[in-house]
T-cell receptor
Framework: NAGVMQNPRHLVRRRGQEARLRCSPM?????VYWYRQLPEEGLKFMVY????????ESGMPKERFSAEFPKEGPSILRIQQVVRGDSAAYFC?????????????FGQGTRLTVV | QQQVKQSPQSLIVQKGGIPIINCAYE??????FPWYQQFPGKGPALLIA?????SEKKEGRFTISFNKSAKQFSLHIMDSQPGDSATYFC???????FGQGTELSVKP
């Protein structure tokens, strides 16, 4: 019964490169949420996806960031032309339903460092 | 309004003490209030959660108190242990709006 799997755990990118972060939800979960955690700060909601649909992207920066959750395969958070300020821990969570009161399970995160 | 305000930012207690962490929210549409525990280098893990139709919930040594009229909720950790030293986050709503976190240190 694997939990939420994120990879890679650590990612180093030079400024201007692209970063791709992957998240495989728990088995049976079709709802995925992405969060960003800056050092010494809380988690900030970025985007909520269901299979093949973006439901809420109100927390996503308008430029350079995109997310998808295809019918097959993991959810991908993509950051184009990374800058130093993108350095953070990125967490995804999954849940079986979109309802409130349903526990969301978090992955271990991907720690992105932009050099 | 989507903010959730959490205090204190850090907290030090002696073993056996009862740390209390407070959160306040603004959006009355929020219907789910979980607390997460996070250890360094790990993802957040759900501790306990409450809905606004109850004023208190206990699970083991963890208790949530909820005040709907004040739009506030708090986490109490009974008989705290050094292993409870971690960062605690409150959250609200279905897509989880998080507080800023409280770094708890329990001294032996």
């Amino acid at each position: 019964n694997a939990g939420v799997m994120q990879n890679p755990r650590h990612l180093v990118r030079r400024r201007g490169q692209e970063a791709r972060l992957r998240c495989s939800p728990m088995k049976g979960h079709s709802h995925v949420y992405w969060y960003r955690q800056l050092p010494e700060e809380g988690l900030k909601f970025m985007v909520y996806l269901q299979k093949e649909n973006i439901i809420d992207e109100s927390g996503m920066p308008k430029e350079r960031f995109s997310a998808e959750f295809p019918k097959e395969g993991p959810s991908i958070l993509r950051i184009q032309q990374v800058v130093r300020g993108d350095s953070a821990a990125y967490f995804c969570a999954s849940s079986p339903t979109p309802d409130q009161n349903t526990e969301a399970f978090f992955g271990q995160g991907t720690r992105l460092t932009v050099v | 309004q989507q903010q959730v305000k959490q205090s204190p930012q850090s907290l030090i207690v002696q073993k056996g003490g009862i740390p209390i962490i407070n959160c306040a929210y603004e959006n009355t549409a929020f219907d789910y209030f979980p607390w997460y525990q996070q250890f360094p280098g790990k993802g957040p893990a759900l501790l306990i959660a409450i809905r606004p139709d109850v004023s208190e919930k206990k699970e083991g040594r963890f208790t949530i108190s909820f005040n709907k009229s004040a739009k506030q909720f708090s986490l109490h950790i009974m008989d705290s242990q050094p292993g409870d030293s971690a960062t605690y986050f409150c959250a609200a709503g279905g897509k989880l709006i998080f507080g800023q976190g409280t770094e708890l240190s329990v001294k032996p």
